[in-house]
Nanobody, 115 residues
Framework: VLLVESGGGLVQPGGSLRLSCLASGFTFSSYVMSWYRQAPGKERELVATVSSDGWTTYYADTVKGRFTISRVNTKNTVYFQMNSLQPEGTAVYYC?????????WGQGTQVTVSS
């Protein structure tokens, strides 16, 4: 099983980034996919979730209206479009695949929002 995040980097406040998470080694289309983030000195927090079929999404209040989670099951990939980024968005972003008690995590990608 492998989850590989990409797309992180340095962005100015108000800017945008698109994260990707490529999955392999399991039946991607059967799993709920989520993005989490962990800021320095803070606990990892759930930011967004998308159902296995891509039709249902959930967002934390802090990102609602600015971030969009989506998936393409034929590409085994989940995306995270982040707009209007602010310095509090600085964190390591992780993708997670979940099904019942099973959870797979990626290694994370750093997002830094700074001028």
């Amino acid at each position: 099983v492998l989850l590989v995040e990409s797309g992180g980097g340095l962005v100015q406040p108000g800017g945008s980034l698109r994260l990707s998470c490529l999955a392999s080694g399991f039946t991607f289309s059967s799993y709920v996919m989520s993005w989490y983030r962990q800021a320095p000195g803070k606990e990892r927090e759930l930011v967004a979730t998308v159902s296995s079929d891509g039709w249902t999404t959930y967002y934390a209040d802090t990102v609602k209206g600015r971030f969009t989670i989506s998936r393409v099951n034929t590409k085994n990939t989940v995306y995270f479009q982040m707009n209007s980024l602010q310095p509090e968005g600085t964190a390591v972003y992780y993708c997670k695949a979940g099904k019942g008690s099973i959870a797979y995590w990626g290694q994370g990608t750093q997002v830094t929002v700074s001028s």
